[in-house]
């Protein structure tokens, strides 16, 4: 109410966790406790609480150093592929390319071969990477996994393998669609999505979007997600007609339903359900009244001047 920020949430956590009372304080608590008072009584509540990582079973603890190599050998190999692509275009391909066209006419078709590279990379990266969480995924089901384990592991390499697909060229347009597609997300009709919402994280064949969706700027459709210890990965249903607003967000397991409205700046916690034709805000989002009216349709202006 006095003009508090997320930034400065999480620079008031930071400084709550210097102090042993306040160490296991996360920003969620922040927003669920919004007094001294109520913050005061939970330190109260949780401080001594914490059960040291040591005491759980190994096999919830995942393997560090295991997990430290795998990933180590799947950078290493990334950068051997990538330097030998590299090398290829560069001293190969090019220098070919240059001797059989003559240097004048290259740089003048310049252009259009790189245009040419940019319709035949991307849909290749979208299949590489639709292969690769074929091979360490399958698809993606509902888990709930430690941190270091085999599954982490295995979705942080397909993370990376994302990384390849030039995604800002694609936001926007309904090419961005087209490769959400082919990871295996179920999308309508006429959704936009705007930029800087980040679906590179894996989780694809759990997001449902429904015909006529909104996705605003920065907004977070969290389908994997990390919490205490663990690697969560949950569905995400947007119903038709419904309206994620500027950094709104939705955590794993979560549903909005037709025609209902997610307000800016807010968060609907994991498993949350937001009825049809409903408005929510805050953080951990409440109900807030019914959802804008939609702007009706402007008419052809030449229709109306003619009539």
Not at 52 to 66: M, N, R
Not at 73 to 86: E, Q
Request: glycine letters at 8%; hydrophobic letters at 45%.
């Amino acid at each position: 109410d006095l003009g508090g920020s997320s930034l400065q949430a999480a620079e008031l956590i930071s400084l709550l966790r210097t102090d042993p009372a306040t160490v296991s304080f996360t920003v969620r608590d922040l927003y669920e406790s919004r007094t001294i008072a109520e913050m005061a009584k939970r330190a109260r509540t949780t401080v001594s609480v914490e059960v040291p990582l040591a005491d759980e079973p190994l096999e919830e603890l995942g393997h560090p150093v295991l997990a430290t190599v795998v990933q180590t050998a799947w950078l290493l190999l990334g950068l051997v592929l990538g330097s030998v692509g590299t090398w290829l275009v560069t001293f190969e391909a090019l220098p070919r390319l240059v001797h059989s066209l003559g240097l004048v006419p290259f740089l003048l078709l310049s252009p259009v071969f790189l245009l040419l590279g940019v319709s035949l990379y991307t849909p290749f990266t979208v299949l590489l990477v639709a292969i690769i969480k074929r091979v360490l995924i399958g698809r993606y089901q509902p888990l709930r996994a430690p941190v270091w384990g085999s599954f982490y592991v295995r979705n942080w390499m397909v993370q990376q393998a994302a990384y390849i697909i030039p995604w800002t060229l694609l936001e926007g347009t309904t090419f961005h669609l087209t490769a959400l597609r082919m990871l295996g997300a179920r999308i309508g009709r006429r959704v936009h999505i705007h930029r800087g919402v980040n679906l590179k994280q894996g989780g694809w064949d759990l997001l449902d979007i429904g015909d006529d969706v909104t996705i605003s700027q920065e907004a977070a459709v969290r389908l994997v997600d990390l919490d205490d210890g663990h690697i969560v990965v949950g569905a995400v249903s947007i119903g038709a007609g419904s309206t994620l607003d500027i950094r709104a967000g939705l955590s794993p397991n979560t549903v909005m339903e037709p025609e209902s409205y997610l307000a800016a700046l807010s968060s609907l916690p994991e498993g949350g359900r937001i009825p049809r034709s409903e408005r929510w805000d805050g953080i951990p989002a409440k109900p807030a009244g019914s959802r804008p009216s939609r702007r009706p349709r402007r008419r052809n202006c030449r229709r109306d001047a003619r009539s």
